[in-house]
C-alpha cells in the first residue's frame, strides 16, 4: 500500500513540473509577439521642409517644414544631403527622438505653363463694315 502511494505522489510531482514548465513557455511566446507588436506600433511619419543645417559628425539632419525637427540619420542618408535642400523624411520616433528611415528630395512645386502666343498675329480689322454696291439693273 506504501508503495502505491509513494508512485502516486511520485506521479503527481512528475506531473505537476511538467505542468509549470509548460506554463513558463507559454509565457514567453505570449510576452515576445507582444514585444514585437510594440516595435511594430511605431508609425513612419513624414516631414517635407528645408534642411536647416547637417552634422556628419553626430549623423543628425535638421529641417524646418510645419515644424522644426532634428533627425539621427545614417552617413548614407546625409551623403547627399545640403542645407537649403528641399527634402521630404520618413522617420519614427521611440523615447522621444526622431530616427529617419529614409530621406528623398521633395517634388518641385510645379510651375505654371505660360501659354504660347501666335507667331502671326492676324492683321487688324477696320471698325466699320465694308459697304455693299449697289447693283444697277439693265446696264
Given at each position: 500500500?506504501?508503495?502505491?502511494?509513494?508512485?502516486i505522489?511520485?506521479?503527481?510531482?512528475?506531473?505537476?513540473?511538467?505542468?509549470?514548465?509548460?506554463?513558463?513557455?507559454?509565457?514567453?511566446?505570449?510576452?515576445?509577439?507582444?514585444?514585437?507588436?510594440?516595435?511594430?506600433?511605431a508609425?513612419?511619419?513624414?516631414?517635407?521642409?528645408?534642411?536647416?543645417?547637417?552634422?556628419?559628425?553626430?549623423?543628425?539632419?535638421?529641417?524646418?517644414?510645419?515644424?522644426?525637427?532634428?533627425?539621427?540619420?545614417?552617413?548614407?542618408?546625409?551623403?547627399?544631403?545640403?542645407?537649403?535642400?528641399?527634402?521630404?523624411?520618413?522617420?519614427?520616433?521611440?523615447?522621444?527622438?526622431?530616427?529617419?528611415?529614409?530621406?528623398?528630395?521633395?517634388?518641385?512645386?510645379?510651375?505654371?505653363?505660360?501659354?504660347?502666343?501666335?507667331?502671326?498675329?492676324?492683321a487688324?480689322?477696320?471698325?466699320?463694315?465694308?459697304?455693299?454696291?449697289?447693283?444697277?439693273?439693265?446696264?
Amino acid at each position: 500500500m506504501k508503495k502505491i502511494l509513494a508512485l502516486i505522489v511520485a506521479l503527481m510531482f512528475a506531473f505537476s513540473l511538467t505542468a509549470a514548465f509548460a506554463a513558463d513557455k507559454v509565457t514567453e511566446t505570449k510576452a515576445a509577439p507582444a514585444k514585437e507588436a510594440k516595435k511594430s506600433a511605431a508609425k513612419k511619419h513624414q516631414l517635407t521642409g528645408e534642411v536647416k543645417a547637417v552634422d556628419a559628425a553626430a549623423a543628425t539632419v535638421t529641417i524646418k517644414g510645419k515644424k522644426e525637427m532634428t533627425f539621427s540619420a545614417d552617413e548614407k542618408m546625409l551623403k547627399d544631403v545640403k542645407v537649403g535642400d528641399k527634402i521630404v523624411v520618413t522617420y519614427t520616433e521611440s523615447d522621444g527622438k526622431a530616427t529617419a528611415a529614409g530621406i528623398k528630395a521633395a517634388k518641385a512645386p510645379k510651375k505654371e505653363e505660360k501659354k504660347a502666343e501666335p507667331a502671326v498675329k492676324p492683321a487688324a480689322q477696320d471698325s466699320k463694315p465694308a459697304k455693299k454696291k449697289k447693283s444697277v439693273e439693265g446696264c
